[in-house]
């Protein structure tokens, strides 16, 4: 079982930046695939962004292309996600997840263990 705890979300002005991070159980097999998912009040969950935990390879739904980063820290089990040019559409819950041997999933429903998921409220 792999456990996911996610950290360091937060109220920023639009326009700001912030990083969150999902660090997963220390000396488990993370998975193939980590992804970063957002649920936002009367929407559905929504893919974020995915990387390879093995390549670094990475993907990212095209409303936070070229403003979201995804990476990875191997020795410290964690992702990371970090959010520049935020704006008010970006408030939501934000989820890591562990996708065990699937590669670059983009759908929720690939994913076996999720975070408890970390709140971004983006302020105008």
């Known amino acids: 079982q792999v456990q996911l705890v996610e950290s360091g979300g937060g109220l920023v002005q639009a326009g700001g930046s912030l990083s969150v991070s999902c660090a997963a159980s220390?000396?488990?097999?993370?998975?193939?695939?980590m992804g970063w998912f957002r649920h936002a009040p009367g929407k559905e969950r929504e893919f974020v962004a995915v990387i390879v935990w093995s390549s670094g390879r990475t993907d990212y739904a095209d409303s936070v292309k070229g403003r979201f980063t995804i990476s990875r820290d191997m020795a410290k089990n964690t992702v990371y996600l970090q959010m520049n040019s935020l704006k008010d559409e970006d408030t939501a819950v934000y989820y890591c997840?562990?996708?065990?041997?699937?590669?670059?999933?983009?759908?929720?429903?690939?994913?076996?263990?999720w975070g408890q998921g970390t709140q971004v409220t983006v302020s105008s």
């Open positions: 997840a562990s996708d065990l041997y699937g590669i670059l999933s983009t759908s929720p429903g690939m994913y076996d263990y």
């Open positions: 220390s000396g488990t097999y993370v998975g193939a695939t």
